[in-house]
């Protein structure tokens, strides 16, 4: 089937921590990738996407790999924030039958002082 | 940089009753999409809009469900008889083409009572 499966949370890290989220995907074919983050009261929005194989997308410091060979598109930053607490979604699309999107459940990241 | 627009963003309504939920999507995009996340959980589909008909649909979407695009920007999404299990962020989005990021709007909170 197609299906995103993501890193459960909550995870809390201290300021300047290292951070993973990981996502892994299911598929026919070769899905976009996406992360989305949700901040507190807000909608999603897009932070990073990587269209094939081995694209890494990369965007305020937040960096993901494409990487067909574990079928993975993990969640980096090397050095985290306050600001950076929000819920993070990893996203794919199909294209098979129109444009269709599936959302993994969410990780809740909190970064504390 | 243009975005999707959503009202109201938050609406209180009566088990029940009839609820029309508005969206201006992003005016050159083609694709149009209902997005639904109960507190707390996980993003759900809801349905797909594309040419002026659905293209896909969710289980979730059932005869309670109806989308319109009445005047070449608004997309509508009404709920005939709400029910308590209603109660939830429901988000739009739309999206240009083919491996390009959905963009969502800020969401409309309903909260049936």
């Known amino acids: 089937g197609n299906s995103v499966t993501q890193m459960e949370g909550p995870v809390t890290l201290s300021e300047e921590a290292f951070l993973t989220i990981n996502c892994t995907y299911t598929?026919?074919?070769?899905?976009?990738l996406f992360w989305y983050v949700q901040y507190p009261g807000e909608g999603l929005q897009l932070l990073l996407k990587?269209?094939?194989?081995?694209d890494k997308g990369s965007n305020k410091g937040f960096e993901a790999t494409y990487r067909k060979e574990t079928t993975s598109f993990h969640l980096e930053k090397g050095s985290v924030q306050v600001s950076d607490s929000a819920v993070y979604f990893c996203?794919?699309?199909?294209?098979?039958?129109?444009?269709?999107?599936?959302f993994g459940t969410g990780t809740s990241l909190t970064v504390i002082p | 940089e243009p975005e999707v627009t959503q009202t109201p963003s938050h609406q209180v309504t009566q088990m029940g009753q009839e609820v029309i939920l508005r969206c201006v999507p992003i005016?050159?995009?083609?694709?149009f999409y209902w997005y639904r996340q109960i507190l707390g959980q996980k993003v759900e589909f809801l349905v797909s809009?594309?040419?002026?008909?659905?293209?896909?649909k969710s289980e979730i979407f059932d005869d309670q469900f109806s989308v319109e695009r009445p005047d070449g920007s608004n997309f509508t999404l009404k709920i005939r008889s709400t029910k308590l299990e209603d109660s939830a962020m429901y988000f739009c989005?739309?999206?240009?083409?083919?491996?390009?990021?959905?963009?969502f709007g800020n969401g409309t909170r309903l909260t049936v009572t």
């Open positions: 996203a794919r699309e199909i294209t098979n039958t129109g444009n269709q999107f599936y």
């Open positions: 598929a026919t074919g070769y899905p976009s």
């Open positions: 990587a269209t094939k194989a081995d």
């Open positions: 005016s050159n995009h083609l694709y």
């Open positions: 809009f594309y040419n002026n008909e659905i293209s896909e």
């Open positions: 989005a739309s999206l240009s083409g083919r491996n390009s990021p959905l963009h």
